[in-house]
């Protein structure tokens, strides 16, 4: 009988061990969520400022400005100084061109090509540039500002003896002689 206490009292021994045991045993410790880190937001790249426009070409109201944008010469077909249709559309941008700036003054010069004798081409060319003249005169540019000039074909433009040069040399070279700006 001996043998049943002990047993009795090893069982009993366990038992309150393990129940001991049970109330001191710790749980795991609850792992802790990291706290969420904030993304701090991207930094935007500064946008650089536009390049400032810088103008291109000619100055306004120069003489590069009217040789480039409106034209300095008519041209015309053997003996002749009648305009066509080319002719007037260039006259008219010259008008538009002088009303634009209306203190400018221009010289029309009317050339020949070499053929025909030195008198003929005068007449010619005095025809050819009274005609250009009349033209912008009748497109509000006053006569005041137009004075005229004939060189007949004394100053060719192309002094080869083609007809190719021959076709460059019959015309009305405007000149701009004063109130040019730049």
């Known amino acids: 009988m001996n043998y049943k206490v002990s047993f009795a009292a090893l069982t009993f021994s366990v038992a309150a061990l393990a129940s001991g ?26 946008t650089p400022a536009p390049a400032p ?8 109201g120069s ?4 040789n480039v944008n409106v034209g ?13 249709d080319s002719d007037r ?23 020949c090509d070499e053929r025909g004798t030195r008198e003929y081409n005068i007449a010619l060319g005095e025809r050819r540039a009274a005609a250009a003249k009349d033209y912008l005169m009748g ?6 500002r137009i004075e005229t000039v004939s060189y007949g074909k004394e100053r060719p433009t192309d002094p080869r003896s083609i007809p ?9 070279f405007t000149q701009l002689i004063s109130g040019v700006t730049g």
């Not at 260039?90 to 003054?105: D, F, G, H, I, K």
């Open 89 to 111: 559309q260039v006259l008219a941008r010259q008008a538009a061109w002088l009303n634009a700036y209306p203190s400018v003054s221009i010289l029309i010069a009317g050339n």
């Open 72 to 84: 300095s010469k008519v041209y015309y077909d053997v003996d002749e100084y009648r305009l066509d």
């Open 164 to 172: 190719e040069a021959w076709s460059v040399n019959r015309n009305a």
């Open 139 to 144: 497109l509000g540019i006053s006569a005041s």
């Open 21 to 46: 045991c049970a109330s001191t045993v710790e749980e795991p410790a609850p792992v802790p969520t990291p706290t969420p880190v904030a993304t701090p937001a991207p930094v935007p790249t500064p």
């Open 63 to 66: 003489l590069e400005d009217f």
């Open 53 to 60: 426009v810088v103008p291109q070409g000619p100055i306004p």
